[in-house]
């Protein structure tokens, strides 16, 4: 993995844009605060809510949460021009979802209305239907996590819902992606700056 435990730091991670990076270290992190909210994911989260089942606390609600992640594996391939963030959270306000299985639902989700890919609509229908029912019956309070760590489980990669706005001074920058590294900030200031 790429940072040491979230039982050592206290804290997880959320990647951002660049272009939103100033506003972010100066606001802090609210769910629709991105350009994305909007013009990514409208209308895929209230699919994958429509399957929560009664064992999801009322508060989980995914349209309304930020996502960010407990650990990524050495491997990861960030988005270029991009920010990672370590951030402190309530984790009584934050829930644990397998991100495999809405992942298994977007590209349907996304292309289904566009002529030759109209047969998506068939595999949400089904095959999307059921991993969006695994997405909830696997998923799990943050704090129950912590004891049973599904997010270290092979093939589980968890996502974290937090469902509260992060202050500035729970945020702090960590590395800069760019098209050809990841740099630690100091490392990239003794470059660029």
């Not at 272009?19 to 209230?46: A, C, N, P, S, W």
């Not at 639902?105 to 089904?126: A, G, M, R, S, V």
Request: glycine content about 2%; proline content about 3%.
């Amino acid at each position: 993995m790429i940072f040491p435990d979230y039982k050592e730091t206290g804290v997880i991670y959320h990647i951002i844009s660049l272009i939103d990076l100033k506003k972010t270290l100066r606001e802090g992190i609210t769910f629709d605060d991105k350009v994305t909210y909007k013009t990514k994911y409208d209308g895929f989260h209230q699919l994958i809510e429509q399957e929560k089942n009664d064992h999801i606390p009322e508060w989980v609600i995914r349209s309304k949460a930020i996502f960010a992640s407990m650990n990524y594996p050495k491997n990861h391939k960030f988005h270029s021009h991009s920010a990672v963030l370590a951030i402190k959270i309530n984790p009584h306000q934050c829930w644990i979802a397998n991100e495999n299985y809405a992942n298994e639902t977007y590209e349907p989700y996304t292309l289904q209305n566009i002529h030759t890919f109209e047969k998506c609509k068939d595999y949400l229908d089904t095959k999307g239907k059921e991993l969006l029912k695994e997405y909830w019956e696997t998923s799990l309070s943050f704090k129950e996590n912590l004891k049973v760590r599904m997010d270290k489980k092979e093939g589980y990669d968890a996502e974290v819902l937090v469902m509260h706005k992060i202050n500035p001074k729970d945020i702090r920058l960590e590395y800069i992606v760019s098209d050809h590294r990841m740099l630690k900030v100091e490392e990239w200031k003794k470059i660029f700056c």
